[in-house]
């Protein structure tokens, strides 16, 4: 079996919105081996880069609650110098938006030199410098002497983005965590970028969070699956269980929601609706139950909890058990619900 | 960046000649002329208006537009009204105070702005920072007029840390250090007045570039990399920060002019801005006219220097 | 003849610099693009940032400028001066992309909605105000909300507006540029169906630009590929997807991730091979500055962008 890299316990981060604390995460249990792909699927207020955040500690006022346990030490609410060590060393992350996510008034070698200069105390400025060349090399990059001396705006987006990987991986991450790493990229350039992430993960042995919306890039990436739905993980599942045997609603609405599984079919088949915003949450029930409410509440938990269908294939309630479609040949009347 | 400063100093000259076409405008539109109080009243204004002629006075505008410009090319602003002395003369001793006088202010400004806008924007949202924003909130309200008032009586007068007038203690040598340290004085309470008031624009402008920039994704990456809080703010955040600040650098030497119109005559000062005062309370036009030129050539130049400063500092302009 | 008919459209965009802020060059945005629609069909524009697809589509409807060719609706020239101003206008509408950022948030949805109606017809305060409830419904949204405004409303609930807004004067063609590309995939799915039921019941033409193939390959018809500019290929849905010819075409194919993670490492292997093609034969693709060639036709349906032979 492989070797645990990352714990993670009943973890709950909130946010104070007035004077209450409102859970963006709310009791996520998972755990993320060496040289593995964990794929976390979930759509705006899913509570998904809250909890790539809370894992790297960039909250910068929540309250987080439970373990997050990354090689055997318990990083939920360590100290900013302890978490400095770790952040940019053993443990790295890739940005969403490359456009914004390198300072603008800095040349691109010194953003990539800056892990290493605080990381690698007693690397020489030559030897950085050698190094910063030597990543922006491996990501891809042309010229990379040149590069190294240009500005984030002189580059294109996949530059850019390919510049925030080489900053990450400078020091040859353990975890690896990818917030959205494609998603403001042209298509062509998402597969070289992904391409690349997991070339880099095969030679570093690195395990990878990938976060994103984008089912395709979870199907041709990840090893497992979590999909989260307002804060809480409502499947989790390999990748092939649960492409092919999805059971939540929720996860089943998502799949049937990409348009090109639909061959043939001429409607989406989808639950209408949105993802609550944080301070709406139901935080009592089946978070998911108003979203489909042509289905009987008494299929539903009282605390619904993940259950274990088969080995390592997790879903949170039993209302799957009983869960249709509505039949959509009349237009049906859930527009409307905010 | 040399071409983009090239084209903003190419932009600097039309500005200059609307200027003078305006200042022009408006002394043609100023009563009198360069006969007026010259001339005794009891001269039959047939002779008068011969003298005219000879001077070139009813000469069509655009003539005396030329006439004017060529003058001030070769540093004649005219002959003061009540002094009966060249303008220039009056002038110079009067910039050169004014010139002192805003060097101070400056330097008073960004010392005071550069700590409390980082304290304010670093810790945003604490009582430090309430306390800073109220200040410039009062900074906001006062008027200065008001406020160098206020100085004046308090330092100047009650407590007697500062002269209450003039540029120097007459009696000095010129270059002795007594008369330097005396100018040096004279300089202060005024320059801290100005600087006390003009100092909060900046202080705001500082502190919202920062709280802007603490909230930037690339903070965020700096984090990620594992960078300490302190290091965050010194590489990243006041870096980002200050560079505008320094941008605006020329816009606070247009602000000034301003200022130092209210300061001077306060305090006595003899500055352009007293001058300016002084010669319209005594009518005096030509002097207006070459002090209110002056204020626009600097205000210009203080544009310029600001968008020079810019291309300098931000690299998306300096590529260019 | 087709519905909409553009004929050799180009729309420049001059580059200023120098000392003086002369022109220098032009930036070809839409460099010789020819297609036609047929009433009732979607046609998909696609293409990556930069290769003109946004510009075509606000060319058409007039909110960027012409350069030169022409733009036939129904038979009309909509580039004459004349038409600028005719009712041919309110035929055609737009739906934009952000449904943060195109919606005003200082103005009600009844006012927002209402706007193209007062612009072209004279209607009572009452009158408006039943029109606009009557089109909020049919978006799906409820009638009583026409006093909110927009920041109250969730992203596909907004982009429904832009779409009531759209087709307040009974439009006949609807230019949608990138409608869902800024929305959750499950509010995409929401808002691409209702897109499709409206079409049916009013019986619309899409012109409809995106980047997602996904999506493309779901809603349209008739498919054009652009690539700085240009047309590299144009077809129907299965000349695109199963016989793609360009090899820039086989790149965007090749680029969308496969759903099915059976497919991984054939997919994997249809991306390199295609790379590898790509690397070989990008010449025989692209002149000499990197653009595409003239269309040349494969079948009847199908052209593709390729150098003339001999």
């Keep these: 079996m492989s070797e645990k890299l990352l714990e993670i316990k009943n973890l709950k981060t909130s946010f104070r919105i007035k004077d209450d604390y409102y859970a963006a995460v709310d009791d996520v249990t998972l755990t993320l081996n060496k040289n593995e792909v964990l794929g976390i699927v979930g759509e705006s207020g899913s509570g998904k880069s809250a909890l790539a955040f809370s894992v790297m500690g960039l909250h910068n006022r929540a309250k987080i609650e439970g373990n997050i346990l990354f090689k055997d030490q318990d990083i939920a609410n360590i100290s900013p110098a302890k978490l400095n060590k770790l952040r940019g060393d053993d443990m790295a992350m890739i940005f969403q938006d490359p456009l914004t996510a390198l300072n603008p008034l800095m040349i691109v070698g010194d953003q990539i030199s800056e892990t290493l200069l605080l990381h690698k105390k007693n690397m020489s400025q030559k030897q950085r410098k050698d190094r910063v060349i030597s990543l922006l090399d491996q990501v891809g990059i042309p010229y990379p002497e040149h590069v190294y001396n240009q500005f984030p705006h002189e580059l294109s987006g996949g530059m850019r983005q390919r510049v925030i990987i080489a900053i990450a991986i400078a020091n040859q991450p353990e975890l690896l965590i990818a917030d959205e790493p494609t998603t403001a990229l042209d298509v062509t350039i998402q597969a070289q970028i992904l391409d690349l992430i997991k070339d880099l993960k095969d030679d570093m042995n690195t395990g990878i969070i990938l976060i994103t919306h984008d089912l395709g890039v979870v199907a041709e990436m990840a090893d497992r699956v979590a999909v989260m739905y307002a804060g809480q993980i409502v499947e989790i599942a390999d990748v092939h269980t649960l492409f092919e045997n999805p059971l939540h609603p929720y996860t089943r609405s998502l799949l049937n929601s990409v348009p090109n599984t639909q061959e043939g079919q001429d409607k989406l088949h989808v639950i209408q609706g949105i993802v609550p915003s944080l301070s709406k949450l139901p935080r009592e029930g089946c978070r998911f139950a108003a979203r489909m409410p042509w289905i009987d509440e008494s299929v539903h938990e009282e605390n619904p909890v993940l259950h274990e269908i088969k080995p390592g294939h997790f879903v949170r309630c039993t209302c799957h058990k009983h869960f249709y479609f509505p039949d959509e040949s009349k237009e049906d009347s859930n527009h409307g619900v905010s | ?320 | 003849m087709g519905f909409l008919e553009v004929e050799d459209l180009k729309v420049y965009f001059p580059i200023k610099g120098g000392l003086f802020n002369r022109t220098l060059g032009n930036i070809k945005a839409v460099d010789g693009v020819s297609f036609s629609i047929e009433q009732g069909k979607t046609y998909g524009l696609v293409g990556e940032s930069g290769s003109g697809k946004t510009t075509t589509g606000r060319a058409i409807i007039g909110l960027n400028d012409i350069t030169s060719g022409k733009v036939l609706f129904e038979g009309k020239d909509l580039t004459s001066k004349k038409s600028k101003t005719a009712s041919v206008r309110k035929d055609i509408q737009m739906i934009f992309q952000d449904p943060y950022s195109s919606l005003n948030p200082k103005k009600r949805v009844l006012d927002i909605v209402a706007e193209p109606i007062r612009n072209f017809e004279k209607l009572s305060k009452q009158e408006e105000k039943k029109r606009v409830q009557e089109l909020l419904e049919m978006v799906g949204l409820s009638p009583e909300s026409i006093l909110k405004y927009p920041h109250e409303f969730s992203g596909g609930q907004r982009q429904r507006i832009g779409v009531a807004r759209a087709i307040a004067l009974k439009p006949k063609l609807i230019i949608a540029d990138e409608p869902v590309s800024a929305l959750d995939v499950s509010v995409q799915a929401q808002v691409l169906n209702f897109m499709q039921d409206i079409q049916k019941e009013l019986n619309l033409t899409y012109l409809f630009i995106s980047h997602d193939l996904g999506v493309v390959k779901h809603m349209c018809d008739e498919i054009g590929i652009m690539y700085k500019g240009r047309y590299v290929e144009q077809g129907t849905k299965q000349d695109i997807f199963e016989n793609p010819q360009h090899i820039y075409t086989k790149r965007l194919v090749a680029a969308i991730p496969d759903i099915d993670p059976r497919h991984r490492a054939e997919q994997k292997q249809f991306r390199e091979d295609v790379q590898r093609e790509y690397e070989q034969s990008y010449n025989d693709y692209f002149d000499s500055e990197g653009l595409a060639y003239g269309l040349q036709s494969v079948s009847d349906t199908h052209l593709v962008a390729l150098p003339e032979k001999g």
Excluded at chain 2, 76 to 82: A, I, N, P
Excluded at chain 2, 105 to 118: N, S, V, W
Excluded at chain 2, 217 to 234: L, Q
């Design chain 2, 1 to 320: 960046m040399w071409k983009f400063i090239v084209r903003r100093l190419v932009i600097t000259f039309p500005q200059i000649i609307l200027l003078s076409v305006l200042v022009f405008i408006m002394a043609q539109m100023m009563p009198g002329d360069a006969l007026s109080g010259m001339i005794d009243p009891n001269i039959d204004p047939a002779a008068i208006e011969k003298q005219r002629e000879n001077l070139g006075l009813n000469d069509p505008w655009h003539e005396r537009y030329v006439d004017w410009v060529g003058g001030l090319l070769q540093g004649d602003l005219g002959e003061s009204f009540r002094f009966k002395m060249e303008v220039t003369e009056l002038v110079e001793q009067r910039l050169i105070n004014s010139f002192w006088l805003g060097v101070a202010t400056l330097f008073f400004t960004y010392l005071i702005a550069i700590p409390l806008g980082i304290i304010s924007g670093r810790w945003n949202d604490t009582w430090g920072d309430q306390l800073i924003t109220g200040y410039t909130y009062i900074g906001f309200a006062t008027p200065l007029f008001i406020f160098a008032l206020v100085m004046l009586w308090v330092f100047g007068f009650q407590l007697q840390w500062f002269p209450t007038g003039g540029s120097v203690e007459p009696g000095l040598t010129p270059g002795s250090f007594d008369y330097v340290w005396s100018k040096f004085q004279h300089l202060l309470l005024p320059a801290l007045s100005l600087a006390l008031i003009a100092t909060v624009n900046t202080v705001q402008y500082l502190r919202s570039e920062i709280v802007d920039t603490k909230q930037k994704d690339f903070i965020i990456t700096a984090r990620a990399k594992g960078a300490s809080e302190s290091r965050v703010y010194n590489r990243h955040i006041f870096r980002n920060s200050l560079l505008p600040i320094a941008a605006f650098f020329g816009f606070e030497i247009t602000g000034l002019i301003g200022g130092t119109v209210f300061v001077e005559q306060i305090f006595g000062y003899p500055g352009m801005g007293l001058l300016f005062m002084e010669s319209i309370l005594l009518r005096d036009y030509t002097v207006v006219i070459a002090v209110v030129l002056l204020f626009g050539i600097a205000s210009i130049l203080g544009a310029l220097i600001s968008d020079i400063i810019l291309s300098l500092v931000d690299p998306r302009i300096r590529i260019k």
